[in-house]
């Protein structure tokens, strides 16, 4: 868990306090979020807030001009999001004091999903590129059933589904994936008996993401896929994704799904991904 330190901070004009993150600014935050083109719904703010760790920079009047959040995976590896300052501050200290201060809470290496016009800043913050991320969202033409091998998450799945979500990340995410299954529609495959791979399925922003993803090849990742996909045609649907060739790709690009290099997965050492993981989280988790 990380403890954000309540101190002061100058930023021209402003004299700003930074302290942890609270229920009682997520409405703040969201409305920031929306005023700069975000997706997110107040709801996902609080999602985050529930897997992980943040902090805020309020003014003398209670007013919130930013925030950054850490996602602690034990005790080896963090992720870093939700990093967003006021437009009125984005010419000033602000966004880049509070992502020095969520990269020096973090424990272990340390990740983050960048846009693309934060990537050169990160940079001199000593975080390296290591892989883009390809956004693909669009409305669902088409309806989809259950694949043979998927069936509905069972409670008795939990401790394998933390066994290949950590294989996959090669860390503790088991905080973020009990917050996840609270709030996504959860499938598993199974290959002669054993469950071998899971997806995720939850609303966000203009109607749902599937993520994570995580599976032993692209036909079972197809699969997964395609089983979250029931009932939702018509519907506006997203997924992440660091995969850059193959049939699980080129199955999103036939649906009419448009591809977007959206942001760049950067870290402050020399990670690596599973490439069984065809799905990612979310930006801020990875």
């Given at each position: 868990?990380?403890?954000?330190?309540?101190?002061?901070?100058?930023?021209?004009?402003?004299?700003?306090?930074?302290?942890?993150?609270?229920?009682?600014?997520?409405?703040?935050?969201?409305?920031?979020?929306?005023?700069l083109?975000?997706?997110?719904?107040?709801?996902?703010?609080?999602?985050?807030?529930?897997?992980?760790?943040?902090?805020?920079?309020?003014?003398?009047?209670?007013?919130?001009?930013g925030?950054?959040?850490?996602?602690?995976?034990?005790?080896d590896?963090?992720?870093?999001?939700?990093?967003?300052?006021?437009?009125?501050?984005?010419?000033?200290?602000?966004?880049?004091?509070?992502?020095?201060?969520?990269?020096?809470?973090?424990?272990?290496?340390?990740?983050?999903?960048?846009?693309?016009?934060?990537?050169?800043?990160?940079?001199?913050?000593?975080?390296?590129?290591?892989?883009?991320?390809?956004?693909?969202?669009g409305?669902?033409?088409?309806?989809?059933?259950?694949?043979?091998?998927?069936?509905?998450?069972?409670?008795?799945?939990?401790?394998?589904?933390?066994?290949?979500?950590?294989s996959?990340?090669?860390?503790?995410?088991?905080?973020?994936?009990?917050?996840?299954?609270?709030?996504?529609?959860?499938?598993?495959?199974?290959?002669?008996?054993?469950?071998?791979?899971?997806?995720?399925?939850?609303?966000?922003?203009?109607?749902?993401?599937?993520?994570?993803?995580?599976?032993?090849?692209?036909?079972?990742?197809?699969?997964?896929?395609?089983?979250?996909?029931?009932?939702?045609?018509?519907?506006?649907?997203?997924?992440?994704?660091?995969?850059?060739?193959?049939?699980?790709?080129?199955f999103?690009?036939?649906?009419?799904?448009?591809?977007?290099?959206?942001?760049?997965?950067?870290?402050?050492?020399?990670?690596?991904?599973?490439?069984?993981?065809?799905?990612?989280?979310?930006?801020?988790?990875?």
């Open positions: 868990m990380v403890f954000f330190p309540v101190r002061q901070i100058e930023i021209d004009p402003f004299s700003l306090t930074l302290m942890p993150m609270q229920q009682e600014h997520l409405g703040a935050l969201h409305g920031l979020s929306v005023a083109g975000w997706p997110h719904r107040h709801a996902d703010w609080a999602a985050n807030l529930d897997s992980g760790t943040g902090i805020v920079a309020v003014d003398e009047a209670g007013r919130v001009h925030s950054a959040m850490t996602f602690s995976y034990h005790r590896l963090s992720a870093i999001g939700m990093v967003i300052a006021h437009p009125k501050l984005a010419r000033t200290a602000l966004f880049r004091t509070l992502a020095t201060e969520a990269l020096e809470q973090s424990t272990g290496a340390a990740f983050l999903n960048a846009c693309q016009q934060d990537v050169s800043f990160y940079r001199d913050l000593g975080v390296r590129s290591a892989a883009p991320v390809f956004r693909y969202e409305f669902l033409p088409c309806g989809f059933s259950l694949a043979r091998n998927v069936r509905p998450f069972r409670p008795q799945d939990r401790p394998r589904l933390h066994q290949l979500d950590q996959g990340y090669c860390a503790d995410r088991s905080r973020l994936v009990a917050t996840l299954l609270e709030q996504s529609e959860t499938y598993v495959i199974e290959t002669c008996g054993h469950v071998t791979g899971f997806a995720m399925r939850r609303r966000f922003g203009r109607g749902h993401v599937i993520g994570p993803v995580i599976a032993a090849n692209e036909t079972d990742a197809l699969s997964l896929t395609t089983s979250l996909m029931a009932g939702l045609a018509g519907q506006f649907l997203r997924l992440d994704t660091r995969q850059t060739e193959g049939s699980f790709v080129g999103l690009a036939a649906l009419g799904f448009r591809a977007r290099p959206d942001v760049t997965t950067m870290t402050t050492t020399n990670l690596t991904f599973s490439p069984e993981i065809y799905a990612i989280s979310g930006h801020s988790t990875g």
